[in-house]
Antibody
């Protein structure tokens, strides 16, 4: 059974860097075809995809946030870490980590199976 | 980025009804379209992947169809637990994008 759990601060000040950790079980990020990503949802608003890291350490970021995001993995701890710099009140949201199955062919990635398992989410408020 | 629209934005229905939600993408995504259900205070749950494939454990009252740019989610025989917000999402390519959501509530 795959599970993911997010952890990190509930309150950060404007201009600070947010560090969120996703601790997972039931799979390995060293196994081919696995990806872990981050999604966020401001209060009362829709979902926004942020970043994805692959089993082979390749990474993808939201173009609008790319300059502020860094995603890394620690396979020995079964963790994925997301850092977001220069936090602003508009970044107040619930942040989710997700598992996805990825296939690759001729250098292109395919994500046919959706975001199949989600963590419960962690709420982050940005305020002075 | 691939833009997503959903209609209606909200929908009122009665227990036992059948409802359909539509999702449209700004460019063709083949069948790389997924549907999620989200209840208040909970994480989204994958219902349908690949436009029409039912995720394991999801009841067959949920069904999806479509390809290219136009997709639908149909929910038959609505039960109280089905009243939630539904999102479509394209996984054709990153950046993944979501629709704005359809809120389904009890009439």
């Amino acid at each position: 059974q795959i599970t993911l759990e997010e952890s990190g601060p509930t309150l950060v000040k404007p201009t600070q860097t947010l560090t969120l950790t996703c601790t997972f079980s039931g799979f390995s990020l060293t196994s081919s075809g696995v990806g872990v990503g981050w999604i966020r949802q401001p209060p009362g608003k829709a979902l926004e995809w942020l970043a994805l890291i692959y089993w082979n350490d390749d990474k993808r970021y939201s173009p609008s946030l790319q300059s502020r995001l860094t995603i890394t993995k620690d396979t020995s701890k079964n963790q994925v870490v997301l850092k977001m710099t220069i936090m602003d009140p508009v970044d107040t949201a619930t942040y989710y980590c997700v598992h996805t199955v990825v296939t690759s062919s001729y250098g292109h990635y395919y994500y046919y199976y959706g975001l199949d398992v989600w963590g419960q989410g962690t709420t982050v408020t940005v305020s002075s | 980025d691939i833009q997503m629209t959903q209609s209606p934005s909200s929908l009122s229905a009665s227990v036992g009804d059948r409802v359909t939600i539509t999702c449209r993408t700004s460019e063709s995504i083949s069948d790389y379209l997924n549907w999620y259900q989200q209840k208040p205070g909970k994480a989204p749950k994958l219902l349908i992947y690949g436009a029409s494939s039912l995720q394991t454990g999801v009841p067959s009252k949920f069904s999806g169809s479509g390809s290219g740019t136009d997709f639908t989610l149909t929910i038959s025989s609505l039960q109280p637990g089905d009243f939630a917000t539904y999102y479509c999402q394209q996984s054709f390519d990153t950046p993944f994008t979501f629709g704005p959501g359809t809120r389904l509530d009890i009439k």
